[in-house]
């Protein structure tokens, strides 16, 4: 018998942050990188910012959440996973997509870290 588990796909990056996010019917877990929400990102704003595409679509508790995320730093990963379950959000139902666009959970962040030139001790100075 083939496996044949539904689950819902979605990238998101921030700064040099990646995240892969899939939606699989559950009860509402949340895992990153094999740890848990509260486990892996210690502040509270970064946790509530990957809890904020599922509250606002109500469908917190429909499905379990898991994160592959690589590079850059937590308030990164966290924003990256934002994005990410928005995206996953709307492959499962499209017609969320009206709302997650107007809460700006769609629009990714295209602010980058800017180099360093020459001659100089930073980016600016």
Do not use: W
């Not at 929400?37 to 898991?66: G, M």
């Amino acid at each position: 018998m083939p496996n044949t588990t539904v689950q819902y796909y979605g990238t998101g990056r921030r700064k040099s942050a990646v995240c892969r996010v899939f939606l699989r019917p559950g009860s509402g877990n949340i895992s990153v990188n094999g740890r848990s929400l509260d486990e892996y990102f210690t502040t509270e704003t970064d946790r509530a910012a990957v809890r904020q595409p599922l509250l606002a679509t109500e469908t917190s508790d429909r499905f379990d959440v898991l994160v592959n995320a690589t590079g850059g730093g937590l308030t990164g990963q966290s924003g990256a996973a934002r994005l990410g379950v928005a995206r996953a959000l709307c492959e499962f139902n499209l017609e969320l997509r009206g709302k997650l666009k107007q809460l700006g959970f769609l629009t990714r962040d295209p602010r980058e870290k800017e180099r360093k030139k020459y001659g100089r001790p930073g980016a600016r100075k």
